[in-house]
């Protein structure tokens, strides 16, 4: 499975923003797809994650209610919609696929993407 993030930018304090990741393959509808972000010098943390065949969405605490995670397995993407963004959630957001029905650790996900900057202006 090849990841390719895309859609990072630069957005107000308070604003929307929407990052996909589009999977090549044709079993991506099998994976769990999370999404995580790094900001510099801190370590990479789990954000959220959505798992195959349509389960609940996990989130991280520092995102839930603002962030909103989604899969379109016809189309072989996944979504992270971020609203009411804060200066702390700049970083590069990085997308992975898991076959573990869903995870919140790195180890867990055997693909990832390169990653999409988000950069939030106060």
């Known amino acids: 499975v090849q990841l390719q993030a895309s859609g990072g930018g630069l957005v107000q304090a308070g604003g929307s923003l929407r990052v996909s990741c589009a999977a090549s393959?044709?079993?991506?509808?099998?994976?769990?797809m999370g999404w995580f972000r790094q900001a510099p010098g801190k370590e990479r943390e789990f954000v959220a994650a959505?798992?195959?065949?349509?389960?609940?969405?996990y989130y991280s605490d520092s995102v839930k209610r603002r962030f909103f995670i989604s899969r379109d397995d016809a189309k072989n993407t996944v979504y992270l919609q971020m609203n009411s963004l804060k200066p702390e959630d700049a970083a590069v957001y990085y997308c992975?696929?898991?076959?573990?029905?869903?995870?919140?650790?790195?180890?867990?996900?055997?693909?990832w993407g390169q990653g999409t900057q988000v950069t939030v202006s106060s």
């Open positions: 393959g044709s079993t991506f509808s099998t994976y769990a």
């Open positions: 959505i798992p195959y065949s349509g389960g609940t969405p």
């Open positions: 992975a696929a898991s076959r573990k029905y869903w995870s919140r650790r790195e180890s867990d996900y055997e693909y």
